[in-house]
């Protein structure tokens, strides 16, 4: 891709960070990989500053551990932790989307209508995800069984509101067309294309509805829960009952502005990813490998 200007160390790093990151959802840098500083140097023909600055990036974000003796190591998440970003999600969802979507858009500001943040955790089947795709990354991720966090309750809204969103449709038309590519790739079970336009597409709608800070936060989450969820739906043979397709859905009930139709999404989003977070316990443990 050509550049808009110079390459100046700052975007070489987010550059290469970027690139890292992609590596990591994709699955092709699995979990518990380590490399060291030169040896990604080297792949990417450039000097080990920017990409040492790069993996401290990706290491503050939790999808590196750093070794000073070792060098880095993609992290390694557990089902316990895919629960609480499924938790933590909810409760922050929750409390932004399931209030009044008639007020949402007033919550955002600026930087949040132009950056911001996936909704927190990745899941499978849909996007209300179940944490790999779901089952939770975007669309990944049952939920567990009788582990839904806590509804927020909805606040009332003001006398004499309108029915209807304060979201302007052209607001709400790029988030639609992201849920519609999101949705159409999780129903044919296709992981690749999917995880890109969930990440977009929670990331968007968060821009919409919050303001940066949670929007930031959301992002981080769903990215998480995205690399939780890739390697076991990989494994799956069929990954695509574990996909979550609820992103239209979404979109239509927040354009409505009835916070009862949006509570409703997200619980089944949450339930589905808790799901398949109890399918992952329930699955025998891998066999460790033989002696070399």
Request: proline share 9%; glycine share 8%; with cysteine.
């Amino acid at each position: 891709m050509p550049a808009s200007g110079p390459v100046t160390r700052s975007t070489l790093r987010q550059q290469i960070a970027d690139a890292l990151r992609d590596e990591v959802l994709a699955g092709r840098l699995q979990p518990g990989r380590e490399f060291t500083v030169k040896q990604i140097a080297e792949q990417y023909g450039v000097s080990a500053t920017p990409v040492r600055e790069a993996l401290v990036d990706l290491s503050a974000q939790g999808l590196l551990d750093s070794d000073q003796h070792k060098g880095f190591r993609v992290h390694q998440f557990t089902v316990g932790d895919y629960r609480g970003m499924v938790e933590a999600r909810a409760l922050v969802v929750d409390g932004v989307l399931r209030r009044d979507p008639r007020h949402a858009a007033h919550r955002g500001g600026p930087r949040a209508a132009a950056t911001g943040a996936a909704t927190a955790a990745v899941t499978p089947s849909g996007t209300v995800p179940t944490t790999p795709a779901a089952p939770g990354a975007g669309t990944i991720a049952p939920a567990p069984s009788g582990a839904a966090a806590a509804p927020v309750a909805a606040a009332a809204p003001s006398p004499g509101a309108a029915t209807r969103s304060c979201l302007p449709a052209e607001a709400l038309g790029p988030v639609r067309r992201r849920a519609e590519a999101a949705a159409r790739a999780a129903r044919a079970g296709d992981l690749d294309i999917l995880i890109g336009y969930d990440v977009r597409f929670w990331r968007e709608l968060g821009g919409l509805v919050a303001n940066h800070y949670i929007a930031d936060f959301l992002h981080r989450l769903r990215v998480q829960a995205w690399v939780f969820a890739v390697p076991h739906l990989r494994a799956d043979p069929r990954p695509g009952d574990w996909l979550w397709s609820g992103h239209e859905e979404l979109v239509d009930a927040v354009a409505t502005g009835a916070p009862a139709r949006v509570g409703a999404v997200l619980d089944a989003y949450n339930a589905h990813a808790l799901r398949w977070a109890d399918h992952l316990e329930r699955l025998p443990a891998p066999r460790p490998a033989p002696p070399a």
